[in-house]
Each structure stands twice: as structure tokens, then as C-alpha cells.
């Protein structure tokens, strides 16, 4: 199994380009279901989750043309041959979930294997449900399968219990096709719902609203082909930015879109960097200087994202001070913690609240990642450590970081994927 070899030490320096967003991709792929006619996506990224959304869309019948060198794909699904989406894939990737509402308002009809619990916590999706049957859905679950029954979807208002993102995608795909108008309050406002919306408008969809609290879908009869760019993906762009911090260096991050992260830039500033940025760029440079401390609380967009918690307590684990880090959107969420105290870190987990003291230095070690954001965290802190770490699991990271490792070694720093350990790692 691959694993990454990190050599600590290096500054990062350069440039590199943003990837498109993996949580815009999914959902839009996912829409591809509701219209019987090609939808073409550009700047889609090249990850795991997005071979395997490609993967069930397939299954479902839809025709997938991807060229991965284009970062591009057409999806067109003139005809569904089946409306199940099976454990084996739903099992891999809790986001197969997004394939519900376009299924159940294209066919009348889904079945969607449960997607059960994960590393982070329990992330249980009844909100899609209730938001189903408010819209006229017979819902059932039985036998660890989602069955959804209804002839056409009808317009409602509903109100969310919790900020969730891919519930709030959920339902709005299905409302695109339903009778009527559905109003969704309390929706999540992330920049990767209004791109959903954007490309849902583009295929016919009348959307308003969308990246408010208040989503406002004028059901239409049917939607039709189009073209969509995916938004950049500002956690990918953060992760690299806090990488840049942590390590006292410059970089510039192109294509990024703007306004996308202005929560973690403030933090970042807070920290000592200094940032400019531009229509469609970000470069941050911290003079060489140690990061400063920061305190973090998680919360919905356009709160501080719950994916950079873990790269930033990586980074108060070398700051100068003590940060307190509190996670208010996932129960399970500091497993990196642990890993980043074999590392040398000063951690104390109490709750939902982490006590991270920074240390001047950290030392190489052998760690393991278990998700997504934490391995993130694992790589920047095993950028700063001393001699080597050596990261076990990174299917992980493929899951949600395009070339990761390339655009690293673009910036300098000395990181490469191994099958075997290299005698000097040893
Ligand atoms: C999405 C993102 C993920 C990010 C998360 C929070 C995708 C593909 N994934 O995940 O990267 O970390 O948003 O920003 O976009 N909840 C319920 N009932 C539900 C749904 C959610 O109680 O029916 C709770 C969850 O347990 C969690 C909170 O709501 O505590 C937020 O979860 P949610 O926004 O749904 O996360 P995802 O959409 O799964």
C-alpha cells in the first residue's frame, strides 16, 4: 500500500494552481441524473471520490466520458436502467448519498444503500429524509437501504433542524423537478451549493438563493443539457496556504476564485501572514517568521470550515503560544490529535475542545491517517518535523487531494509516495 515520505525542513516557496472543489464536483455529477441530456463539467479534479461517483453514476446507467489529463468529463443519462445505488460503492464514499433526490425526482423511485457511520462521527442523514416526505415522498428504510417512492415531488417549505451541505443539495436537486415551488430554510450557504445551483440553472433549473439561508426552487418540468465550470477548491487552497504558513514561507495560489475563504485568511493574518490577494490569486508570505498561535472555533459557512481544523492544529502545534481549538460541526473529529502527538505535539483533548501548545520543534515518526482532513493535518505537521514521517493510509488523501504530493515538491518541500520504506526513513 502507498505511503508518504516526508523530509521536514524544507521552506515552501513558489506557485501552484487550485484544483476544482471535490465537494462542488460530487453533488454536480450527481445532477447530471436529472436531465436526459450530456452535461459537460471542466475543471473537474482528478480524485478518488470523483472516480467513484463516476463509477455509480454508471452503474445507474449514465454514459460517463472522462479525459482526466482535461480535467473534464460529459455525463448524460438518457436513460436510468436501474434506481439502486449498491452498498459496495455507497460504503466507500458517504457523499454517494447525493444521488437521492436527483434519482427519486428523475425515476419516481431510488433505493440508496444507508451510508452508515465514519471516522468523524455518526453524520446520520435524516434531515434528507424528513425533506423528502415533506415534499410528498413515501420513505422507508429497510434492510440498510433508503427506499423512496413518489410519482412527482411536490413543492414545500421546509425548514432544516441542522446546517447540513449535502442534505441542503439533496433537496434542492429534487426540487428542481418537482410541482411547485419548495423554499428550504435554514439551508447551508457554502460556496459549493450556490456552484450546484449555478450549474442546476444552467441545465434549465430556477434557483434563487442559493449560498443564503433561504433557497427558493420553482419546480420545471424537465431540464436539459449544458456546460459548467467547478468552483476551485478553497480547502485545497487553504491547506496548501497553511502548509506556506507553518513552514515561515512565500507562496501564490492561482485560480482560486475570491471570497471563498475569508474565515481561514483572517486567522492566517492573525497568525503573522501576510496576504494579498487578487481577482483570481492568493499569495502569502510570512517573512520567515514563526507562526503565532491562533483559537479556532468550527461552525457552518462562513464560519471557519470544520475541514482546516485539522491543518491548523498542525499548525499551533509549532506556533508560538497556546491555541485552543473548539469543533462544533463533527463529535469525532481530533483522531489526528493522537498521530499528531507521536509527532511530539502538545495536545490536550477535552470534549469537543482541543489545548494545543506550541512546540519550537517536532520530531519525525511513523503515523497513520484516518480521514480525509486529518491526513492533510499529518502531512503539513510532518513538514515541519525533524527528519522523516512516514504516513500509512493515504487512500485517504487521494480521496480529496489532486497530485498532492507533486504540488508540494513544486513548492520544495520533500515529499514523495512510496510502496517500500527507503533505508534512510527506516
Ligand atoms: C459536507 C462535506 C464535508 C464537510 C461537511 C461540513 C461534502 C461532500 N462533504 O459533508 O467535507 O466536512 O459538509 O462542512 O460536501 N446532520 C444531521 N442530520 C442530517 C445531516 C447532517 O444531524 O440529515 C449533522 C451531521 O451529523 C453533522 C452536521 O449535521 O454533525 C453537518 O453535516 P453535513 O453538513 O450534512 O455534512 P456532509 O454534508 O455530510
Redesign the pocket.
Known amino acids: 500500500m502507498d505511503k508518504l515520505l516526508i523530509e521536514g525542513g524544507a521552506r515552501l516557496s513558489g506557485e501552484i494552481t487550485a484544483s476544482g472543489a471535490?465537494?462542488a464536483a460530487?453533488?454536480i455529477l450527481c445532477c447530471a441524473l436529472l436531465s436526459g441530456e450530456p452535461l459537460r463539467l471542466t475543471n473537474l479534479p482528478q480524485l478518488q471520490?470523483v472516480r467513484t461517483t463516476q463509477r455509480l453514476l454508471r452503474e445507474l446507467g449514465a454514459q460517463v466520458d472522462a479525459d482526466p489529463d482535461a480535467a473534464t468529463a460529459t455525463v448524460c443519462a438518457s436513460t436510468l436502467t436501474t434506481h439502486t445505488a449498491p452498498y459496495e460503492l455507497v460504503k466507500t464514499m458517504?457523499?454517494s448519498?447525493?444521488v437521492l433526490g436527483p434519482l427519486l425526482a428523475r425515476s419516481g423511485e431510488a433505493r440508496v444503500s444507508l451510508p452508515g457511520g465514519c471516522a468523524?462521527?455518526?453524520?446520520?442523514?435524516?434531515?434528507?429524509?424528513?425533506g423528502l416526505r415533506a415534499m410528498g415522498a413515501e420513505v422507508t428504510v429497510e434492510g440498510g437501504f433508503i427506499h423512496a417512492r413518489a410519482l412527482r415531488l411536490r413543492g414545500t417549505r421546509f425548514v432544516m433542524?441542522?446546517?447540513?451541505?449535502?442534505?441542503t443539495?439533496n433537496l434542492m436537486m429534487a426540487a428542481t423537478l418537482a410541482e411547485g415551488t419548495t423554499v428550504l430554510e435554514n439551508a447551508?450557504r457554502?460556496p459549493?451549493v450556490a456552484d450546484l445551483a449555478r450549474c442546476l440553472n444552467a441545465m434549465g433549473a430556477r434557483i434563487s438563493g442559493a449560498g443564503t439561508a433561504t433557497v427558493t426552487v420553482e419546480g420545471v418540468p424537465a431540464l436539459h443539457g449544458a456546460e459548467h465550470r467547478v468552483l476551485p477548491d478553497r480547502?485545497e487552497i487553504g491547506t496548501f496556504l497553511v502548509a506556506a504558513a507553518m513552514t515561515r514561507g512565500s507562496v501564490t495560489i492561482h485560480a482560486t476564485g475570491s471570497g471563498l475563504l475569508d474565515a481561514v485568511l483572517r486567522k492566517l493574518e492573525r497568525a503573522g501572514a501576510r496576504i494579498s490577494c487578487g481577482d483570481d490569486h492568493i499569495a502569502l508570505d510570512m517573512d520567515g517568521a514563526r507562526p503565532k498561535s491562533v483559537d479556532i472555533h468550527t461552525a457552518?459557512?462562513p464560519g471557519f470550515?470544520?475541514?482546516m481544523q485539522a491543518q491548523f492544529m498542525a499548525m499551533d502545534a509549532v506556533a508560538d503560544g497556546v491555541g485552543t481549538i473548539v469543533e462544533n460541526?463533527?463529535?469525532n473529529r481530533y483522531m489526528h490529535a493522537l498521530e499528531l502527538q507521536r509527532l511530539g505535539a502538545d495536545i490536550r483533548v477535552e470534549g469537543n475542545t482541543a489545548i494545543v501548545r506550541g512546540r519550537e520543534q517536532l520530531q519525525g515518526a511513523p503515523v497513520m491517517a484516518t480521514d480525509?482532513?486529518a491526513s492533510a493535518g499529518l502531512v503539513l505537521a510532518g513538514l515541519v518535523a525533524d527528519r522523516h514521517t512516514l504516513i500509512d493510509r493515504i487512500y485517504h488523501l487521494d480521496r480529496g487531494y489532486e497530485r498532492l504530493e507533486e504540488k508540494f515538491r513544486d513548492l520544495g518541500a520533500h515529499v514523495q509516495r512510496v510502496t517500500r520504506i527507503p533505508q534512510e526513513a527506516a
Open positions: 471535490k465537494n460530487l453533488p471520490d458517504r457523499a448519498i447525493l468523524i462521527g455518526a453524520r446520520p442523514v435524516d434531515i434528507h429524509l424528513e433542524d441542522t446546517v447540513t451541505v449535502t442534505g443539495e447551508a457554502e459549493e480547502i457552518p459557512f470550515p470544520t475541514d460541526v463533527f463529535e480525509l482532513r
